[in-house]
């Protein structure tokens, strides 16, 4: 839920003063539908797929190398340097199709660390879900991820510029904690690497 760059990109959208509230609503429609899109194509696939390599992964050989590299993972994990500051992306325009290549780039650049969105993923595929039931939950998943930009949203239009400080002191925070979250998402991948593989050892 606290992505870095969707909650800065927010902020930013949230200093400007002409079509603020339909520029936020566009921006995280995108961002929400891009990864709702991903989800169901990975749905779609994942049960054909987890089919045909279920027997690789349970060659002792196959099982060496993601223990290996679920221990590098948790090793480097300790090694992700601090960030001291980043740029986010930024609308190039007023125009509505700027907000929308900017939902789907802030998407394309976070969507590679959404592991416990990947995880749950892999649990509904093994579960035996309706197209109906699984469709609704990446829905609701997908909701709940762009809960604090609308939260923030929400409390500017209740404090006004009373929360302009708040919410740059929020986007600077964010930026500079990023390496840390990559360092978490790091951890405990290769964790679950590490469990998944002991027993074919």
Do not use: H
Not at 10 to 30: A, G
């Amino acid at each position: 839920m606290l992505s870095p760059a969707t909650i800065g990109v927010t902020v930013l959208l949230l200093n400007e003063k002409e079509n603020r509230t339909s520029r936020i609503f566009f921006y995280l429609l995108t961002v929400a539908g891009f990864y709702f899109v991903v989800g169901v194509s990975l749905m779609l696939g994942i049960s054909a797929l987890l089919e045909s390599v279920s027997n690789i992964f349970q060659n002792q050989t196959i099982s060496w190398i993601i223990f290996i590299i679920g221990a590098i993972l948790f090793i480097a994990s300790f090694y992700v340097p601090a960030k001291k500051s980043a740029d986010l992306p930024s609308p190039k325009s007023k125009r509505l199709i700027s907000i929308i290549i900017l939902g789907l780039s802030t998407a394309l650049i976070e969507v590679g660390t959404a592991f416990p969105y990947f995880a749950a993923i892999s649990i509904l595929s093994t579960s035996d879900l309706t197209s109906m039931e699984w469709v609704s939950i990446l829905a609701g998943y997908n909701l709940i991820m762009v809960l604090p930009p609308v939260l923030l949203y929400v409390l500017y239009l209740l404090f006004g510029r009373w929360m302009d400080k708040p919410l740059i002191n929020l986007r600077e925070r964010l930026i500079k904690t990023s390496g840390s979250a990559l360092s978490w998402v790091m951890c405990i991948v290769g964790i679950i690497l590490i469990f998944n593989s002991l027993d074919y050892l």
